[in-house]
C-alpha cells in the first residue's frame, strides 16, 4: 500500500514496490518544476526523495502515513532534465520507533540525478 496524498497526486507520482523495503518512485517533469537555470528545481527533487523513502515504510490500512520525516539530507550531483525523474529508495535499517533510509534518483538517461538519506519517525 502507498500513502495517498493530495501533494503527491498534483507532482503526478507514480510508485512501484521492488521489494519489501524498496520503492521506484517515478515523477513525470512538468514546466511549472523548472528553474530560472533552466532545470528541475531542488525543493522539487528533494520532494520526490522524501516521498519515496518515506514509502519504504508503507501506509497503514487506510492509506494513511505511519511515518514524519526527523532528517532529510539530499545531495545534487547533475541539473535535471528530460520528461521523467525515478527515485529508488530503500530502508537501510528499522528501529522501533525510527526508520534510516537512502534514496538514489536518475534520469530517464539513467544518469544519477542526486542522492538523499532520510530518518523517518514512525508515530503509529
Given at each position: 500500500m502507498f500513502i495517498q496524498q493530495?501533494?503527491?497526486?498534483?507532482?503526478?507520482l507514480q510508485y512501484e514496490r521492488t521489494d519489501?523495503?524498496?520503492v521506484k518512485v517515478a515523477l513525470p517533469?512538468?514546466?511549472l518544476y523548472i528553474n530560472s537555470s533552466g532545470v528541475v528545481h531542488g525543493g522539487i527533487i528533494s520532494s520526490l526523495a522524501d516521498v519515496a523513502m518515506c514509502?519504504?515504510?508503507?501506509?497503514?490500512?487506510?492509506?494513511?502515513q505511519k511515518v514524519v520525516t526527523v532528517d532529510l539530507n539530499v545531495t545534487f550531483l547533475k541539473g535535471a532534465k528530460g520528461?521523467?525523474?525515478f527515485a529508488h529508495a530503500h530502508a537501510v535499517k528499522e528501529g522501533r520507533n525510527l526508520t534510516h533510509a537512502d534514496c538514489l534518483?536518475?534520469?530517464?538517461?539513467?544518469?544519477?540525478i542526486a542522492k538523499a538519506?532520510?530518518?523517518?519517525f514512525n508515530h503509529s
Open positions: 493530495p501533494f503527491d497526486e498534483f507532482l503526478g519489501e523495503k524498496s517533469i512538468k514546466q514509502n519504504t515504510i508503507g501506509a497503514d490500512e487506510n492509506n494513511i520528461d521523467f525523474l534518483i536518475y534520469d530517464e538517461k539513467d544518469q544519477l538519506k532520510g530518518v523517518f
